[in-house]
């Protein structure tokens, strides 16, 4: 493992996502997410937020090196993997963030949802792509 090129995806990730996440959730659609009962707190606890981005990045970075086999486009190959990898969080993020709150429209909550998160990964995992290329 190449502790430079992790500790620079972890790095890349949580800029990337905290200057994606931040406008979407707090500044863009907050008062529609309150509205479909999917934020509950009046104020995020911004740290345990930074947390979590950390500790996603730095999975994802460390395993990374597993799958990438260094064949095609190295920024397609970490779109791909984050893509894969982002569904967990997604699933977790999504589908149980609805099955655990009083959600409605549900259906709208995903697709925002969906959105968000695939425009995450996809950028991030290019990111990915480009700081594990040879």
């Known amino acids: 493992m190449e502790i430079k090129k992790l500790t620079f995806f972890t790095m890349g990730y ?3 996502t905290m200057a994606w996440a931040y406008p979407w959730h707090i500044m863009w659609f907050h008062d529609l ?7 509950t707190r009046t104020e995020p606890i911004i740290p345990l937020g930074v947390l979590a981005i950390v500790i996603q990045g730095a999975v994802i970075g460390y395993l990374y090196p ?3 086999k260094n064949e095609g486009n190295p920024i397609f190959r970490g779109i ?5 990898v982002g569904l967990m969080t997604y699933t977790a993020m999504g ?13 709208l909550f ?5 959105v968000f998160q695939f425009i995450q990964f996809t950028l991030t995992g290019a990111a990915l792509g480009f700081i594990y290329r040879k």
């Open 14 to 16: 949580f800029v990337i």
């Open 33 to 39: 997410y309150v509205s479909w009962g999917a934020m």
């Open 66 to 68: 597993y799958f990438n």
């Open 80 to 84: 791909k993997f984050n893509l894969i």
């Open 95 to 107: 589908f149980a963030t609805a099955a655990k709150f009083n959600i409605a429209p549900i259906g």
């Open 110 to 114: 995903l697709i925002y949802h969906t």
